[in-house]
């Protein structure tokens, strides 16, 4: 990770903010990579009715990239409808090997990093589940994902195991932010799209509260 993205996660998770490669005509396949450890509420009788209905999660959100035009640096630009925040370099870009183009790069195109921090016009929230296509892949391994806490600790690492536009599920409890990165050897680079989560909603464990950089 290079001290300009180290930088701008720090800057996220702080609440302060918010390649070269030509496109490979091959097609990819779909497949699943799933985080450690599961997490699971089970069997519990509620106590107070009321209160877990209030705590009853949202609809699912999805970020296609497509809202806004190719070329824009999305930075806070998802905050108010989406509730993440990406850092400064991140871009939404053309990419002729993935089928639902247009997705995000990081900088330079399809070669950088690309952080996100969960966080909307109320405040940070957590999730325990997102998942993100992440491609195309030409090599195994390549590409790694890495969620924090909001304590800026690291909570799990997903390589992706496989090549082709690869569909990434992380599942962890209260993630609150995460970044992309080049963990291996991907010389034409590697873009994400369909960034997908569940929100909690009025769940105050689920609070990530003041953010503390893990840098």
């Given at each position: 990770?290079?001290?300009?993205?180290?930088?701008?996660?720090?800057?996220?998770?702080?609440g302060v903010l918010p390649a070269s490669a030509a496109d490979e005509a091959e097609s990819g396949s779909t497949s699943n990579?799933?985080?450690?450890?599961?997490?699971?509420?089970?069997?519990?009788?509620?106590?107070?009715?009321?209160?877990?209905?209030?705590?009853?999660?949202?609809?699912?959100?999805?970020?296609?990239?497509?809202?806004?035009p190719v070329g824009t640096y999305v930075q806070s630009l998802y905050v108010a409808t989406h509730g993440v925040q990406f850092?400064?370099?991140?871009?939404?870009?053309?990419?002729?090997?993935?089928?639902?183009?247009?997705?995000?790069?990081?900088?330079?195109?399809?070669?950088?990093?690309?952080?996100?921090?969960?966080?909307?016009?109320?405040?940070?929230?957590?999730?325990?589940?997102?998942?993100?296509?992440?491609?195309?892949?030409?090599?195994?391994?390549?590409?790694?994902?890495?969620?924090?806490?909001?304590?800026?600790?690291?909570?799990?690492?997903?390589?992706?195991?496989?090549?082709?536009?690869?569909?990434?599920?992380?599942?962890?409890?209260?993630?609150?932010?995460?970044?992309?990165?080049?963990?291996?050897?991907?010389?034409?680079?590697?873009?994400?799209?369909?960034?997908?989560?569940?929100?909690?909603?009025?769940?105050?464990?689920?609070?990530?509260?003041?953010?503390?950089?893990?840098?």
């Amino acid at each position: 990770m290079t001290a300009a993205v180290a930088a701008s996660i720090a800057l996220v998770l702080a609440g302060v903010l918010p390649a070269s490669a030509a496109d490979e005509a091959e097609s990819g396949s779909t497949s699943n990579v799933v985080g450690d450890p599961e997490y699971n509420v089970l069997g519990e009788t509620p106590t107070q009715p009321d209160a877990r209905a209030r705590m009853s999660v949202a609809t699912p959100t999805r970020i296609t990239f497509s809202e806004n035009p190719v070329g824009t640096y999305v930075q806070s630009l998802y905050v108010a409808t989406h509730g993440v925040q990406f850092g400064p370099t991140a871009f939404i870009a053309t990419d002729g090997a993935n089928p639902t183009s247009p997705v995000l790069s990081g900088s330079p195109r399809f070669q950088g990093d690309i952080t996100g921090t969960f966080v909307n016009a109320d405040g940070p929230f957590t999730v325990d589940h997102f998942s993100v296509d992440i491609g195309y892949l030409d090599a195994a391994n390549a590409v790694s994902i890495r969620a924090f806490d909001s304590r800026g600790l690291e909570l799990v690492t997903v390589p992706v195991s496989l090549t082709g536009i690869v569909t990434v599920n992380v599942t962890h409890p209260n993630i609150a932010a995460f970044l992309v990165f080049t963990s291996g050897s991907e010389p034409a680079g590697w873009a994400i799209d369909n960034l997908t989560f569940t929100a909690p909603s009025g769940d105050p464990s689920n609070d990530a509260g003041a953010y503390v950089a893990p840098w």
